[in-house]
């Protein structure tokens, strides 16, 4: 009886075998069996941190997804039952603000110039605008998700749902009795112009950050010390002083303590 063979390449061309092997795994529907051939009760539950799609798809993208893939096929590998559920992120501040820069407003323009529904409106019509181009590189990098049934954060159930979330986290108490949920405080940065707190993600958003020349004076005040002032000094000897700064003309003076 002969043995098979591997098959023999004179000249290895990788975007040819990637074409092959993604023309294979359609036609036979690969994907969908490796779900349906394992037991439902043995389940390993993927759902993506879900991506937005008003902005186009990079290479960091398909690096983040190559290991997020490397974990489901590794279960899968072991047996699991992996029900990979894709995402659409439509909330955020970069939403927001690629709508206002498009329009041309602001956050004080929103019920005035514009209504609050056409405002929705226009953010709800760009957070899927480039969800062709998603598709299509996570179909040609071979990523296994549900892009047919994915989770959309602006879908009434997907709200619905997380509100369901935090109130039976609400309900459930510790053995101390202690709602899991709890009120905490937090140091968290804050911008004016968009009236809301940033995460670490929108603090690292292109364009967040730019050089500028401050002309403005800053001066160095002497505080006396009094009764007053007295918890401003460690000891009686100390020089302690307030800097002030005028901004250019036009602006608020501010002050640092």
């Given at each position: 009886?002969?043995?098979?063979?591997?098959?023999?390449?004179?000249?290895?061309?990788?975007?040819?075998?990637?074409?092959?092997?993604?023309?294979?795994?359609?036609?036979?529907d690969?994907?969908?069996?490796?779900?349906?051939?394992?037991?439902?009760?043995?389940?390993?539950?993927?759902?993506?941190?879900?991506?937005?799609?008003?902005?186009?798809?990079?290479?960091?993208?398909?690096?983040?997804?190559?290991?997020?893939?490397l974990?489901?096929?590794?279960?899968?590998?072991?047996?699991?039952?992996?029900?990979?559920?894709?995402?659409?992120?439509?909330?955020?501040?970069?939403?927001?603000?690629?709508?206002?820069?498009?329009?041309?407003?602001?956050?004080e323009d929103i019920?005035?110039?514009?209504?609050?529904?056409?405002?929705?409106?226009?953010?709800?019509?760009?957070?899927?605008?480039?969800?062709?181009?998603?598709?299509?590189?996570?179909?040609?990098?071979?990523?296994?998700?549900?892009?047919?049934?994915?989770?959309?954060?602006?879908?009434?159930k997907?709200?619905?749902?997380?509100?369901?979330?935090?109130?039976?986290?609400?309900?459930?108490?510790?053995?101390?009795?202690?709602?899991?949920?709890?009120?905490?405080?937090?140091?968290?940065?804050?911008?004016?112009?968009a009236?809301?707190?940033?995460?670490?993600?929108?603090?690292?958003?292109?364009?967040?950050?730019?050089?500028?020349?401050?002309?403005?004076?800053?001066?160095?005040?002497?505080?006396?010390?009094?009764?007053?002032?007295?918890?401003?000094?460690?000891?009686?000897?100390?020089?302690?002083?307030?800097?002030?700064?005028?901004?250019?003309?036009?602006?608020y003076?501010?002050?640092?303590?």
């Amino acid at each position: 009886m002969a043995q098979p063979r591997y098959r023999e390449f004179k000249q290895l061309h990788l975007p040819d075998i990637d074409q092959e092997i993604l023309a294979q795994w359609q036609m036979e529907d690969t994907f969908r069996k490796s779900i349906e051939q394992r037991d439902p009760e043995h389940s390993f539950v993927f759902y993506e941190g879900p991506p937005s799609a008003n902005g186009k798809p990079g290479i960091h993208h398909v690096m983040a997804r190559t290991v997020k893939d490397l974990f489901c096929r590794y279960n899968t590998l072991k047996g699991f039952r992996v029900e990979r559920k894709g995402g659409w992120d439509t909330h955020g501040l970069p939403v927001e603000l690629q709508v206002e820069k498009e329009l041309g407003i602001t956050k004080e323009d929103i019920g005035k110039s514009i209504s609050v529904d056409d405002y929705n409106g226009a953010c709800r019509s760009t957070v899927l605008r480039y969800k062709d181009l998603w598709d299509d590189i996570t179909r040609k990098m071979g990523y296994w998700v549900d892009l047919d049934n994915p989770y959309i954060t602006f879908d009434n159930k997907y709200i619905e749902s997380c509100w369901h979330l935090l109130r039976t986290l609400y309900d459930k108490r510790t053995g101390s009795g202690e709602s899991y949920l709890y009120k905490g405080f937090t140091i968290q940065p804050f911008s004016p112009a968009a009236g809301t707190g940033l995460s670490s993600h929108e603090l690292n958003l292109p364009g967040c950050y730019k050089e500028v020349t401050d002309i403005s004076a800053i001066a160095m005040f002497k505080v006396k010390r009094n009764e007053a002032s007295a918890f401003l000094f460690d000891d009686e000897r100390e020089d302690v002083r307030i800097p002030a700064r005028q901004p250019p003309h036009g602006h608020y003076p501010a002050m640092w303590p």
